[in-house]
């Protein structure tokens, strides 16, 4: 998001660096980098990003040439060599080490325009990447959401037209400033759905079904857009968020972005991390990349991932002083180095920025810098050879975990949080030597099985494995939980006691032989609940439509079942994890579920000697489920596992919809539909994200918060459709509302119309209505007077200065006469001088600027009082009418205070706000 930049006077990794008003970072110019080994608690996310601006960049053109393969082949050249922008790839041919050219392209909505054919490098065993891009500068890498599906449109388009290439990198840099399309940022779950887009849209090209379509890599370094979740605009969060965002097929490989701040091998092989708060965890030059790595998810290990901008960074120096300092070699044998390493996922291609010479970033083209050209010749020759070879990743085989040796007693295990901002990694034994097998997100619940020292022996998303102890925090019952800003909204008395339905004549009327789901659930979520909901949206500022769509597709539109009793839903490995695990044996007699993925295969049994029964999709059997875990087992733990009513609120979060305890929200939702949408509204207040992402449209955020990840999308696309069926239906309901007074006779009377002043007293009305048009004729006398008061100085003014410009063009008529007639200057200078003046007054300065200024306010003037005027003539309902002059005259005092302001800081010469 923009941000207001404060320049400080430290110094941070050898560079200046700006601290916003609210203490986040836009690091600027040099960075260094840290170290390679995570603090022990391991905080498993990476960084990446320069700051500065690496935009427009120019294309290369070629022939035109035949039509696409019919069969995608993805090549992989031999080796990771490569260079950002085509012109220099012969250095490659030359020493025989055949790597990568990365193209650009602005496909813009169109996508018909620049070449397409890459064949001529293709064919002599070059890989070929091209990032496509919507545009540059403020154009942006991504167009704004709604035209999302164009942008699709228009890469599908460039790619179908396309030779030689099956690698694509969708934008660039989504979190840096200077890539937001008109300065709108792109947020995590905008760039997720752009890629998501765009990939689907490639892939269904004929000779295009197998093509990479790699995620952009985020800015390193660049910590200018922020939101809830990630407050500092970390950029390693941000890479992180995008790939949470997306399903396992939905994902090809990455594109990342790894730089030095100087011409300074040792930035490339040494540690260094950040100082500053917020930062520490994340490194500051080359190894940058590494961050990067460690942050991408274990289920996306076997993917390929490309470094595709990398040079010494900092702006208006860049390859500068272009010396051959062995810069090149080193950052290809950092890479080789690591690829070395059988464990970790490779990296196939190192890209150096730029080989051409553009004119607004000299600073970092390679072609016009022997000593750097030097170096990269070099870089090619190096030995072993071998170890500059591309490896491509594969799926790894489940790790062997360490058993502990000694588990803790049943009574003794406990429950924790973790705490680590940026994710925790679950190792395979007690020490960061261990390999990772997944990253724990911040937050997670664990298992503690056995404690070893600084290491806990854990189970987590049905894993075991070691996490460390310091990013662990004890859950306690007496947990600290803070609620929202202003409280639970339970308290307030108005909504508890509000109405539920709407008045009849505001109700949705459906034909449900011809109606969509989607208009059935969201016109009885209306129905049944629509007047609370209406006033719920009002305190959260909440748009209507988004309010009933959420509630519609997060409740279903139903609080209570047909015998009376709540919805609930009865999670087994919940009851498992609040109650199984200390009496496991008891618990599988009675209810299993599927290990692997928790949430399936629900089963369960009233007796032992019974057969297994299915669980969900029944009402009644997830009430005796409910009631056997809570009559033969523990009632507190039943409630807990149990999702209730409408908003299905899980009972373990109890505290986020208001309630000190999991008994007390079990009562108020059993006996109250009112309590329990008050406490679905709650719940999304309590995570200030998901409040955020309603308010901001952002429903796949708020999905991925409230529904999890895996279901985010699916989600986000029933809210999005609910809210614009709910203003379809309400529109609609309205008009033939409207029509039906006019002319269908309703079934039953309405009650009688409100009396009003005409059929009461119709002396009186007859008083009322003379007052009022005679109120409007003393209205435009008023503006008449006032018009002509300023049109006659107006007037006047103009006069003036028209003669003004006569006797600067008289005094230039005179002096040329005169100076004909007597042959002598003085008469030019001095009757010219007097021209030159009279035509400077005239036509550099302002002077009917403020009777400009004031037209205006007369204008407005006269728009206050006329809407005044025909306000008062419509408030002629007897019950409202002291209410109705009340509004008018305050919305009356308002504007003309409006007027005044505006009118003051004109006069000051004040800057007026946005």
Known sequence: MPCRQVPICSEFGGSTYNQENDGRFVFRKLRKAPAATANEGEIALSETRRAQQKKAPVEQSSAPGSPPETQAVVAYPPYIYGLHEPGGEHLMREAGRIGWVLHLAAVGLDGTQGSADFRSLADQGFGIITRLNHGYGSSGTLPTPDKYPQFAAAAARYVARSH??????????????????NGRPIYPAQYALAYAQVRAAIRRLPGHGQDLVLVAGSAPWNATTAYPGNEKGDWIRYFVD????????????????TYTHDLNPQQITGDFFHTQPGYTHLRNEFRTYRDYMNAIPDRFRHLPV???????????KGWNPGANVGWVQAAYREISAWNSDPDRQPIQALILYRWPVVGDQPEWSISNRPGVIEDFRQALRAKPEASFAVRLPGRSSPQTVIEPGQLLPKQDRWT????????????????????????????????????????????????????????????????EFQPPEGGFLRTRAELIDAP??????????????????????????????????LKLAEFLDLDP????????????????????????????????DKYGKLEPERFSQHFQFNLDRPWEDHLWRPDPKEEWRTLHGNHQAEWNAFNLARTRFDPRAAKLSISMGLPQIMGFNHRYAGYESVEEMFTAFRDSANAQIIGFFDFIRA???????????????????????????????????????????ITQARASGAKDDATAQPRLPYPPAPPTLETTDPELYAAWREHMVQGFRNNQEMFDRVLKAFMDPYNATVRMYRMLFGVGLASFVVAVALSIWTREAIFALVFGGLTAASFITYFLTRPLRSLEENLNFITWLGVIYNSYWARLVYATNLETIQEDLKQITEDFVTQIERLIDRNNRTREDKPEEG
């Open 416 to 479: 924790g949080t973790v705490t680590a901002e940026l994710g925790l990694n679950l190792r395979t034994g007690p020490s960061t030597q261990h390999t990772v097998i997944q990253i724990l997100p911040n937050g997670a619940l664990v298992m503690v099985l056995a404690e070893l020292d600084d290491w806990l022996y854990v189970e987590a998303v049905g894993k075991t494995g070691y996490v460390h102890r310091s990013f662990i925090r004890r859950q306690a019952e007496e947990d």
């Open 687 to 729: 995570e200030p994200i998901q409040i955020w992402s309603l308010r901001n449209g952002d429903f796949y955020r708020f999905a991925a918060a409230y529904n999890g990840a895996g279901q985010a999308q699916h989600y986000s696309n029933l809210i999005t459709d609910a809210a614009r069926t709910y203003s379809r239906l």
């Open 500 to 533: 539920l339905a709407p008045p009849a004549e505001r109700q949705i009327s459906l034909n449900s032989a011809q109606a969509t789901w989607t208009e059935i659930v969201v016109a009885n979520t209306w129905n049944q609940f629509g007047a609370l909901i």
């Open 242 to 257: 995008v790939l949470q965002q997306l399903r396992d097929a939905e994902v090809d490989g990455f594109a990342i972005h």
């Open 164 to 181: 030689g290439c099956h690698i694509w990198i969708v934008g660039n840099e989504p979190n840096h400033e200077v890539e937001r399309p």
């Open 306 to 316: 490309f470094i595709t901008e990398t040079d010494p960074t900092t702006r208006h």
């Open 545 to 576: 439509a988004v309010a009933v769509g959420v509630m519609a597709v997060e409740s279903g539109g139903t609080a209570f079942a047909g015998d009376g009793r709540m919805l609930i839903r009865f999670e087994n490995h919940i009851f498992f």
